[in-house]
């Protein structure tokens, strides 16, 4: 055993550092910090920095353009990151329909999409979700109907991430009602500048405006943009499933947020003495970031052990349970810590403002508390990772 | 021993779910005219009621009926602040309060007095008063904001505290208003030379009264939490009932259910909790605080179960900010930072628990 | 509403202390309070004591010679009595098999069994559970077959509380296999002194010795003996059942366990303090404590609504959760105040020894933190308890 | 960064859990045969180990297996201290504590020491020893004591902590034994004007000595608490997988399929957290103490987890003392109160943080 990186690792680290150093702008950093909304540009700025130096596709396979990385040094490019307050690169081109199309795609759609991902010529969202769906995925109701050579697209799909942003969804649809639940869906790339297309944005409680209602009516996509073969798309979908897992256990997240929270803490006063200093906000400090410390090297094992960039289920649905309760945890601690600063309501522009008030003090923090919450229901609920894990350990078990 | 609610108690509790089953996010006019402020009052100071198991009855429908309007800081609060301060000469003060036509702020806290009430650093020199107050809530609605400042001793003393009645548009304030989470607004105020006179002196010392009105406020804050959280929990047992996900509805997975029972035996123990720092609101200050701090650390700690577990229970859709849910959670959470959170009052228990 | 006790009810709580003071002996409430255990002498002697102050059976009617008391009185009783450490009152004549003959019992038997009960004639014990069976008490196996005048039974019943003790059972068996589940079930009334019934103790992990199985082989029970009718057994077993729970919510022990820690705490000392001046142990305390002042609120809530002695059944399940949950934090928290000396084995050979080592410091708080891991699962297992409440709350769900 | 075994270690391992697959409670004698011991030191010191991750490998497979053999009492802790404190005239002892020829017991808590290792009352003036041990364990099989006195300083310094090795039967000595908890036995010792010599005296300020043995100590009580727990919580899902609850197996209960997945969840953060322990015994004092207090947390606060729940999904039968598994929740509950427990890791991790 070594638990310590290699002097490579390191190296790749320091790299990463330095990258950072100079690519990343401060003012940037501090909106990631604080949580506010990236405008799309933004974004797009940041992919291309990191595709400049050849880091956008570190888990694509070289032929595509990617970096074939190991698990490990993409781990520390993702921790880096995260420490460093990056904006994270938005997952739904890169991380899930790349993988994809790398393996079920044809050479042509392969040609096309890849090189416009890299390049940031579309923006990607994902159709998965749809109303009453919840996490039962495979109920889906939107229908994709063959019409000479296109497919008529009717239904509707909901959580749709950054959807306001996108140019390009791909989206599960039903090709064929009469076959089983997870037989008869298909997998299928719909330009949304298609005539029937129309976003709609779902407020959260928050505040925040990040994920979207999609209508299609009567929306016509050539066949060319069917994946694979039709009636098969839960197979590609599964597929995806495990990709987006890769990064599931968010440690450098964590210790980004930790690391505010012990900032925040030093600096507020309790009783005359830093916040820090008082033994009951000590303990939950310490009991966090014992668990983290733990569970990174749990993540660390993990990662290591598993070869390429296929996270193993039961092990990855461990990591999602303990990653978004620490996490959440520490949103939990930060909106303690921020005392009655924590309660004003700190809207974007106020935070754009440059009124010092109480709000700029403590920043975000109840938002991002309560924003959160998403991280143990999205991408397949705790109580579905709970299941995967009981399942596994108890055989046939429900 | 008795846990009956008396008929006057009952009629008002009726009275309120009626009324609020239909208003909106404000009651405040319907609530005024229907003089329920007066349930907040003692007959001495003009009103009908007064105990605290009067206010636990209004605070707990308001909280269940998702009422944001700042009744606890500005009615309840400063209301009683008033009668236990000034002199008879404020009694027609009162008598507005009550009866909902004028409205006050309380202008106490500050970016750095967390939740200590003891800690004023805003003075008042020969009646000339320099500072900064955070947070105060309903400063957007206000006439007249009531103002502690500090007139002798140190940052943190106990006494030295003075209070003072100031027109909002008197010359040298200027107010920050935005936006609270959960609801309502707040606004930070600085006081920049504000010229007062002895007359607007309600006290030289009023820590005393600060903290009995406070107790009243966690009293109330605690009712109303614990009707939010009711709302909440009935909402996700009905959710759970029609909800289907593989087929069959979410009552049917036993993991839910039993993370459900855990939650209303919480409830129950939140409704005793409130029981109890209602009954011991006019108790001596030391019952009264020990009480108080209880039902706060416990409303504090249940109410983050309920208000995670709901939008949890819930998946997406209690996250959104069209669905009823998410704003009672963010009140329930919310709760906790108001009058001191569930650390500060364990701390205080533990410390009231020695003596 | 009033939170306090009437002038009534205090009269009778000093009345209560007064007993309580004049009859029971200090070194018999020093074993209490160890948890240790009591031989049959002490408790019979303990029930005699009782009944000559006509308090041995306060829910009993008057007609057969109880004191109809109500509940916030018998709360009274029950709470004076836990913070002396006088012994409990063995439940299973008194508070189970009682009401079931005061309401299904022939006059025959109301006249001959209940005397003897009050009168300690005979020591009671429970014969529901079976090897197997769990919380699922209808799977019962042991089986009575009609021989002319005569049952004869066969069978095992296990977690046999005190019947090591006990000259006389109260079973359910089956008498007909035929029928459905919870029907075919009768409730009989066995002498243990029988041929063919065998009593074996049934070690804990604490090396008490409180439990037992009972074995029947062609045991022959006179039919007089059958309480109620044939085949409706289970009816008087539910019946029981909700009387088993009066108290339920444990108030005093809770409270006398929490002010022995209090105690312990004020004189163990951790880094030259007072442990009970420790942050982390104060507030664990303190969280307890709070716990336990808005449990006994609820208790004394529900028993004042309840009519009569019959607990209705969610409240009960409510405070049989709660109760157990606290009752068992406060084991939990005396083990730690104990520190390193929780660890020797207290035997009853060592306490009673007047040797002046760690173990007798710390007493017997390990044994009592595990043997006390059975409230959460006798009477009904905190899991039944919490599907109880469930299912009122959502209706039909499972 | 690799987290593979070496071959030797693989080796090591799985000759334990063939060696201890049959063994009852006690292995000592086997373990000693098969010169296991020897895994535990350095090659300096007679070993063929002594690493962390031999320490983990090694205790895991003794905690899986359920020994109670006081190991880490005897073997580690006292042997660590001779290797590093004893001059070349004591390398023979230690060479028969490796071969297992010979017992020792480490007479160092005291009734009142709690868990800090600086607090000794015992006094050696003169060579001259007063004073009483309590919870020594091992001391009815021990043929050596290892005492600590105190020859200078209050009785909570760091320095003027003396270590003396004293035959049992040495006169002024008198052992009363009892059982442990969980399983082994232990004793207070009261020394009563026992005589030494220059030459019983090991060290004269042994309290870095003492705090290097512990950290040991702790690596291998929380590697045994991972192995205990590992075979509590895969008997408890062979036990869900047959066991039969109103007509189904229990494990087609979801309320408790849930439960039991956090159990797994954390049964590999306790792996982790023994992992990073091991892996810093031998970094400088305060990582090392860092990440030793960090794993006994942890482990603490998970041992409660695992051995409740596990209990708790057994129902009755988990109880009994027939049964195997009651006794592994013993010991897993009974770890935490040795080498300080959850709150006194947590307190001194929050201290080492700070520095």
Known sequence: ?398 | MNFELSDEQRMLQDTLRRMLDDSGDSAWSQLAEQGIFAALFSEDNGGLGGSGFDLSIVFEELGRAGTTDPIIESVLVCGRLIASLAADSHSELLGRIVAGDVQLAFAHSETTSRYELNRVETHADHHCLNGVKSVVVNANAAHLFLVSARIAGDVADSSGIALYLVPVNTPGITVVNYELTGGGQAADITFDNVQLTQNDCLSTDALIAIDSATAAAIVALCAQTLGAMETTVSMTCEYMRTRQQFGRPLATFQALAHRLADMLIEVEQARSAVILAAGHLDADAHSRDLHASAAKNLLGRIGKLIAEESIQMHGGIGMTDEYRLGHFAKRIIMADHRYGDVDFHLERFIALSKT
């Open chain 1, 1 to 398: 055993m070594e638990l310590n990186y290699s002097a490579e690792d390191i190296e790749f680290r320091d790299e990463v550092r330095a990258f950072l150093a100079e690519s990343l702008q401060s003012s940037l950093a501090d909106k990631v910090a604080l949580g506010l909304s990236l405008s799309k540009t933004e974004y797009e700025d940041w992919h291309a920095r990191l595709q400049a130096r050849g880091w956008l596709a570190p888990n694509w396979p070289k032929q595509f353009g990617g970096g074939e990385w190991e698990a490990v040094k993409r781990h520390i490019f993702d921790e880096e990151c995260a420490l460093a307050n990056a904006p994270r690169i938005v997952p739904f081109g890169l991380a899930m329909l790349g993988p994809v199309l790398h393996k079920f795609g044809s050479t042509a759609q392969q040609n096309y999409w890849l090189p416009r991902i890299l390049n940031g010529d579309d923006w990607w969202c994902q159709g998965y979700s749809e109303p009453g769906a919840g996490s039962d995925l495979v109920a889906l109701n939107t229908k994709a109907v063959r019409d000479a050579d296109h497919y008529i697209v009717n239904g509707q799909k909901t959580w749709t991430t950054l959807g306001q942003h996108a140019n390009m969804i791909f989206c599960l649809v039903r090709t064929d009602s009469e076959a089983k639940a997870q037989e008869g869906i298909s997998f299928l790339l719909i330009d949304m500048n298609t005539p029937g297309v129309e976003v709609r944005p779902i407020v959260l409680i928050d505040g925040s405006v990040e994920v979207n209602e999609i209508w299609f009516s009567d929306v016509r996509v050539p066949i060319e943009n069917l994946v694979g073969e039709e009636n098969k798309g839960w197979t590609y979908a599964k597929y995806l499933l495990t990709h987006e897992r890769t990064n599931i256990a968010g440690v450098g997240f964590a210790r980004a947020g930790l690391a505010a929270v012990k900032r925040f803490a030093s600096k507020e006063y309790s009783g005359g003495k830093p916040l820090i200093e008082n033994p009951l906000f000590a303990a939950r400090l310490a009991e966090i970031e014992i668990d983290l410390m733990a569970m990174a090297t749990t993540n660390l094992r993990i990662l290591s052990n598993a070869s390429g960039t296929q996270a193993p289920s039961v092990e990855s649905s461990m990591l999602k349970v303990k990653g978004t309760i620490i996490r959440q945890a520490i949103n939990d601690l930060m909106r303690r810590a921020a005392g009655p600063n924590a309660v004003p309501f700190a809207s974007e522009e106020l935070e754009h403002s440059q009124l010092q008030v109480g709000p700029i003090r403590a920043g975000r923090v109840s938002m991002q508390y309560f924003n959160n919450r998403k991280l143990s229901i999205y991408g397949g609920s705790n109580e579905i990772q709970r299941q995967i894990i009981a399942k596994d350990a108890l055989g046939g078990g429900r």
